[in-house]
């Protein structure tokens, strides 16, 4: 049965494989940005609350959680590239709903369908790894994991920049068009990868992993504005101790499990995802804080009071520096092993929140932290998925780094709470309003700065891999050969 339409021109749609599978994971990160302006008038323009406008937000990072692994194992199991079209035509539907309606329900309906796309770049680092050569694998791979921060960097100056000069549905169309067009491009340019994983595929797991994830999400998130202590967050916390350790059971029990837990609890596996949380959690305090410090009143006596739009653009060379530097990662993973590489990216992160700590009032010196931030992040993204991709069997790579994946993305939940744990317990009154201090600021710097040498630790303590190239060509050909043989 053949898979997908063979090529008119094999070798331009072979060119065009890496920079298109690269714009999706560009989307993906900045669908998730984009709402991130429109919060503070929401509000007003759709006549909801504020805590019910924050779930336009919380719904999408439910959602990518609920998504990633979910569609990770779908993509090993019925083929990466159909599941990838599927991610991204739920993702460009969610967005044509938010063009159409102002009403708050739909609004976060659409949001949490746009969440889905949070398994393209899993799904895409799985295809490159089956449809590429190994020499150009490794750099292939650098520069889809780098796209996260790539998207993110450029979401926030494009939706302000829209919201500022035109109606706000302006720009869930204009993210409508861009996802239509990477869902053609897609369906043009990638080819279906014949390595797939037999079986069945593990309905009950993945509703577990789903209630699991959903309850333990909520509960960091929303921690704040609950009450740690209040009986919500903690009976949220319970469940998800019951539900993952009758998750975690069935996974054993079952003979096709939704997450490989045997392949998973071994350490070449488990550590690479451990330092995916660390890195997630010290990378997304960049990002958090220093959009805050920027906008943050001049009467703090270190904010600079920007607009939305100016903050977007000081954060703009983030994105830029983890482009350039994704194929820098790939060099170094190549001659001293992703975990090198991992480790040498945890500590150039450190080494920016160095720099925060040392002066956050000038303009120049905090674009400066930020950046060596994003460089490390870097390094630190793009050598992760090769990690994985040498841990693995080509039948799971897509699941497994979906996996990593919800590992960085719990990180980053983890750091928005602990960050704003921290301002909260650090505020001083200007006016009528109590804004957080330089010092909570600054505590939170070094939160994240120790976090990231946690992670360097660990990094250095990931057993030996194999060679950068991912997974060895004769063994790839074998899984490639099988795969046809059942097909046929």
């Keep these: 049965m053949t898979l997908a339409p063979e090529p008119a021109i094999p070798g331009l749609r072979e060119r065009f494989t890496v920079p298109v599978l690269a714009f999706g994971g560009i989307l993906m990160a900045l669908m998730q940005t984009v709402a991130v302006p429109l919060l503070p008038d929401l509000p007003r323009l759709t006549g909801a609350s504020a805590g019910a406008v924050a779930w336009m937000v919380t719904a999408t990072l439910l959602a990518g959680a609920v998504f990633t692994p979910v569609l990770g194992r779908a993509g090993d199991m019925y083929g990466k590239r159909r599941v990838l079209l599927l991610a991204l035509g739920l993702m460009t539907a969610g967005s044509m709903v938010c063009a159409m309606t102002s009403d708050i329900r739909l609004l976060i309906a659409a949001r949490a369908l746009q969440g889905a796309a949070a398994a393209v770049v899993p799904l895409s ?47 869930f169309w204009v993210t409508t068009a861009l996802g239509a067009l990477g869902l053609a491009a897609a369906w043009w340019a990638v080819r279906e990868s014949p390595v797939r994983t037999q079986g069945r595929f593990d309905f009950a797991g993945a509703a577990g992993l789903s209630a699991g994830l959903i309850c333990l999400l909520l509960a960091i998130s929303q921690g704040s504005d609950w009450g740690w202590t209040s009986p919500t967050v903690l009976g949220l916390l319970a469940a998800t101790v019951i539900v993952l350790t009758a998750w975690w059971g069935h996974q054993l029990r079952t003979r096709d499990p939704l997450v490989d837990l045997r392949l998973a609890r071994k350490p070449r596996v488990a550590l690479p995802h451990l330092a995916a949380l660390l890195t997630g959690f010290a990378f997304y305090a960049n990002s958090l804080i220093t959009a805050q410090l920027l906008q943050a009143p001049k009467a703090t006596g270190y904010g600079l009071a920007l607009s939305v739009f100016e903050t977007g653009l000081c954060m703009l060379p983030t994105g830029l520096i983890m482009l350039i530097l994704s194929p820098v990662s790939a060099r170094i993973s190549a001659a001293r092993g992703p975990k090198i590489a991992l480790a040498a990216g945890a500590a150039v992160i450190a080494a920016g929140y160095a720099v925060r700590i040392a002066d956050s009032k000038d303009l120049w010196l905090i674009v400066l932290g930020a950046a060596v931030v994003a460089s490390g992040t870097a390094l630190a993204y793009s050598a992760l998925p090769t990690l994985i991709l040498q841990a693995v069997p080509a039948s799971q790579t897509a699941s497994a780094n979906g996996v990593n994946v919800l590992m960085r993305t719990v990180g980053q939940a983890t750091c928005s709470a602990a960050v704003t744990a921290v301002l909260i317990h650090n505020t001083a009154a200007i006016g009528t309003l109590r804004i957080a201090t330089l010092h909570g600021y600054l505590l939170a710097f070094g939160m994240a700065g120790t976090v990231a040498l946690l992670a360097c630790a660990l990094a250095l303590v990931i057993p030996g891999q194999r060679g950068a190239a991912g997974i060895p060509k004769q063994q790839r050909a074998e899984a490639v050969a099988e795969a046809a043989l059942e097909e046929a």
């Design 125 to 171: 680092i799985s295809i490159l790894r089956d449809e590429l050569p190994p020499a150009r694998t490794g750099s292939a791979v650098a520069l889809m994991s780098s796209t996260v921060g790539i998207g993110a960097a450029l979401g926030l100056p494009l939706a302000a920049l829209i919201v500022e000069f035109a109606n706000w549905h302006v720009m």
